[in-house]
T-cell receptor, first 115, second 115 residues
Framework: ETGVTQTPRHLVMGMTNKKSLKCEQH?????MYWYKQSAKKPLELMFV???????ENNSVPSRFSPECPNSSHLFLHLHTLQPEDSALYLC??????????????FGQGTRLTVV | AQSVSQHNHHVILSEAASLELGCNYS??????LFWYVQYPGQHLQLLLK??????LVKGIKGFEAEFIKSKFSFNLRKPSVQWSDTAEYFC?????????????FGAGTRLAVHP
């Protein structure tokens, strides 16, 4: 248990569906991240939020839409995905710099399959 | 753009062999450095971290890493591996001079240890 909880753990969706991934942390962290982990590819940073503000969008297609309503919750809204978007989506959180180490804590991930 | 390079994608060792995994990063400013491990079917876990002080850092399970600033490197070592070290290892960098948190990962190294 890392203190970062992701739901659902598994998701199968059609290309015309709309779904959302949820991430929650109660570690008091102010930075939250979405990563995509695909087979045979590096762990790809998608989005970063610091103090609820988006500070990084790593050229992610608009069919992925993040939302950070507060420092404890992060969502990834999905619509009209493609089969190549099938992957493990990981959420992480870390303390803000100035609080010591910026070590990130990861959730278990959501295994997404687009059919 | 900032990047992290891990030189070995797959490493196969026998138990008791010594391990060294290479990691180089491209960023000229101050960094926090990390090694994470992902055991089969489990979430990413922190192995060790460097953010200031002694460049030789010790982590869990007998792992250590040395930060060599002049070489932009943070190589991971273990003098004698065990079968239970079979996992994927990721080097990560947070370029903390950038104003906000941004954790960038290398492609990972899959380590297989044979009894």
């Amino acid at each position: 248990e890392t203190g970062v909880t992701q739901t659902p753990r598994h998701l199968v969706m059609g290309m015309t569906n709309k779904k959302s991934l949820k991430c929650e942390q109660h570690l008091g962290h102010n930075a939250m991240y979405w990563y995509k982990q695909s087979a045979k590819k590096p762990l790809e940073l998608m989005f970063v939020y610091n103090f609820k503000e988006q500070t990084e969008n790593n050229s992610v297609p608009s069919r992925f839409s993040p939302e950070c309503p507060n420092s404890s919750h992060l969502f990834l809204h999905l619509h009209t995905l493609q089969p190549e978007d099938s992957a493990l989506y990981l959420c992480a959180s870390s303390p803000e710099r100035g609080q010591g180490s910026t070590e990130a804590f990861f959730g278990q991930g959501t295994r997404l399959t687009v059919v | 753009a900032q990047s992290v390079s891990q030189h070995n994608h797959h490493v196969i060792l026998s138990e008791a062999a010594s391990l060294e995994l290479g990691c180089n990063y491209s960023y000229g400013g101050t960094v926090n450095l990390f090694w994470y491990v992902q055991y089969p079917g489990q979430h990413l876990q922190l192995l060790l971290k460097y953010f200031s002080g002694d460049p030789l850092v010790k982590g869990i399970k007998g792992f250590e890493a040395e930060f060599i600033k002049s070489k932009f490197s943070f190589n991971l070592r273990k003098p004698s591996v065990q079968w239970s070290d079979t996992a994927e290892y990721f080097c990560a960098v947070n370029p903390i001079s950038g104003g906000y948190n941004k954790l960038i990962f290398g492609a990972g190294t899959r380590l297989a240890v044979h009894p």
